[in-house]
């Protein structure tokens, strides 16, 4: 597609239920990131994926978080069992390299805004 | 391990004048880094970048950034700022090209007219 699509958008969920955010990378981009924003805060990285191959989870919280790329493409971040503390902005981001340089340079989705009540 | 931090959770300028945004990062490799601009209920796009081609780099809308190794800085600079600044800026850092790329706290900038 043209940009990173996120969805949902915006998804209110009670204490306890399991979710599940999807990203759509720009067709070609090799690596996909997810991160974590909170209000007034920077992204948080969480994990990122080259290929289907997920290089790092470093970043996951706790093991209530899980991140797929099976295809090499769509990815989905799982969060298990919410908690209040989960409510954040989670953003996705898919990389091109600079071809000049190989910079890492990355396009953001526009997010999606997870509320657990 | 790379990290950056930005010295001024909030920085308030009067229109016109000059904007100095701090970056200084921490990296075991030489490092790739980037300038990213999030205005209000928007995502983030990238403002600059730096891949060791040139110490001064330029990006969109008259914002540059100096490259100083010596310092491990990578401070934001426009020399008029202009009310359409105002916005929350990130600095971020990578370690290579498929490194993970990690951000700092922001700056939110404030213009006044």
């Known amino acids: 597609g043209a940009g990173v699509s996120q969805s949902p958008r915006y998804k209110v969920t009670k204490r306890g239920q399991d979710v599940a955010l999807r990203c759509d990378p720009i067709?070609?981009?090799?690596?996909l990131y997810w991160y974590r924003q909170a209000l007034g805060q920077g992204p948080e990285f969480l994990t990122y994926f080259n290929y289907e191959a997920q290089q790092d989870k470093s970043g996951l919280p706790n093991d209530r978080f899980s991140a797929e790329r099976p295809e090499g493409s769509i990815s989905t971040l799982t969060i298990q069992r919410t908690e209040q503390r989960d409510s954040a902005m989670y953003r996705c981001a898919s990389s091109s390299r600079d071809r000049s340089s190989g910079a890492n340079v990355l396009t953001f989705g526009a997010g999606s805004r997870l509320t657990v009540l | 391990a790379q990290s950056v931090t930005q010295l001024g959770s909030h920085v308030s300028v009067s229109e016109g004048a000059l904007v100095l945004l701090r970056c200084n990062y921490s990296?075991?490799?030489?490092?790739?880094l980037f300038w990213y601009v999030q205005y209000p209920n928007q995502g983030l796009q990238l403002l600059l970048k730096?891949?060791?081609?040139?110490?001064l780099v330029k990006g969109i809308n008259g914002f540059e950034a100096e490259f100083k190794k010596s310092e491990t800085s990578f401070h934001l600079t426009k020399p008029s700022a202009h009310m359409s600044d105002a916005a929350e800026y990130f600095c971020?850092?990578?370690?290579?090209?498929?490194?993970?790329?990690?951000f700092g706290p922001g700056t939110s900038l404030s213009v006044i007219p």
């Open positions: 730096y891949t060791s081609a040139a110490t």
């Open positions: 067709s070609g981009h090799v690596s």
């Open positions: 971020a850092v990578s370690g290579t090209s498929y490194d993970k790329v990690i």
């Open positions: 990296s075991s490799v030489p490092p790739y």
